[in-house]
């Protein structure tokens, strides 16, 4: 009994494995080289559904919905990312940007194969930009 307790009591201090919480923000560098303009029609058709909505990836996909998040289709991934995953103009404090410039982490999004950085850097100048939605193009000026 003493020894569950105190592997018990380890654990507690220590912490579970996998559970690794993303910092609040990053440090990121907005005059990246991105992989194709930083539009959110871009970053949904060229990473978003490629690399997390897919069917071969199937985590954010109408059927996985990891985190209640489905990339679906367009409207319903940008309203899942600007429903607390995304604050547009602050690139470095957003979730989504935190979790994709994290290679390694445990909290790395998407698990296993990391984005490259220049998809990385069309995601941090859209949100740098103000994540502006579906249609609308992004911001003049960004680097």
Not at 116 to 124: E, H, N, W
Request: hydrophobic letters at 35%; aromatic letters at 6%.
């Amino acid at each position: 009994m003493f020894r569950i307790w105190i592997a018990a009591s380890a654990i507690a201090l220590v912490g579970c494995p996998g559970e690794e919480d993303p910092p609040a923000c990053i440090t990121v560098d907005t005059s990246c080289a991105p992989l194709y303009a930083p539009t959110f029609d871009n970053v949904y058709s060229m990473t978003l559904v490629q690399g997390c909505g897919s069917d071969r990836t199937s985590c954010h996909s109408a059927e996985g919905r990891k985190g209640g998040l489905s990339f679906e289709d367009p409207q319903t991934a940008y309203d899942g990312l600007l429903d607390g995953r995304v604050t547009p103009g602050d690139a470095a404090c957003s979730e989504l940007i935190v979790r994709t410039s994290s290679p390694g982490a445990e909290f790395q999004m998407p698990p296993g194969s990391a984005l490259s950085a220049p998809a990385r850097c069309a995601l941090i100048q859209w949100v740098h930009a103000g994540a502006p939605g579906p249609g609308v193009s992004v911001a003049r000026g960004l680097r």
